[in-house]
Every structure is written in C-alpha cells, then in structure tokens.
C-alpha cells in the first residue's frame, strides 16, 4: 500500500522557518516526481513546488519562491520543503505528492498519490 505521510507542520510567527517533510513508501521513490502542494478553506488546492525524480529539477510557485526550497533525499525515500521568512498568506494544510511520471507538475491530475496534509499556520 502506497502511503505518503507529511510532518513538521505546526504555528509559527511571521519571519520564522518550518521544514516539512514527506515519507514515502512508494517503490522505487526515484520512480517519482514529487510535489508540495497546499489548501486553505474555500479554495482549491495549488501548487507550491516540484522536484524531479533525480532532484536536479525544481519549480516554485512565485509566491515561495526564494523563501521555500524543495528537496530530496532518495536514499530516505523522504521529500522536504523548507520554508523561510513563512507570513500569514503561506496559512495553509500542506499536502505532498508523487507523480509517475518522474517530473513534477503544476496540475493536480498529474500526481497519482496523495498524503493527508499538515496544517502550517503563521501568525502576525
């Protein structure tokens, strides 16, 4: 069984930093792209970032980029967002996910597995 489990989320204040991650059990992880996405209530979900199969390709959304920065450790089968200078708007459940085909994506349909998403939440 397929399972991602996401961690690391918690409350912290603006300008502080969280790193997330994401445990995999699909096999073999390096068969993945992966991504980290998040919600907020009444919106849908959105793309935060990607990582390629090998690590040597990633995407930001521009509003994390130069303050999140997406990893991987293959050897862990484990993903990572840290995430610096975090404010209010980065509020969200973050949820990770793996894509198939090796690439990350920006589209939530592209992504064949799910976690069930931690709550981050930044106070002013």
């Known amino acids: 069984q397929v399972q991602l489990v996401e961690s690391g989320g918690g409350l912290v204040q603006a300008g502080d930093s969280l790193r997330l991650s994401c445990a995999a059990s699909v096999r073999p992880f390096t068969d993945y792209g992966m991504g980290w996405f998040r919600q907020t209530p009444g919106k849908e979900r959105e793309f935060v970032a990607g990582i390629s199969w090998s690590g040597r390709n990633t995407a930001y959304d521009d509003s994390v980029k130069g303050r999140f920065t997406i990893s991987r450790d293959n050897a862990k089968n484990t993903l990572y967002l840290q995430m610096n200078g975090l404010n209010p708007e980065d509020t969200a459940v973050y949820y990770c996910?793996?894509?198939?085909?090796?690439?990350?994506?920006?589209?939530?349909?592209?992504?064949?597995?799910w976690g069930q998403g931690t709550q981050v939440t930044v106070s002013s």
């Open positions: 996910a793996a894509s198939s085909s090796g690439y990350y994506a920006e589209r939530q349909y592209r992504y064949t597995y």
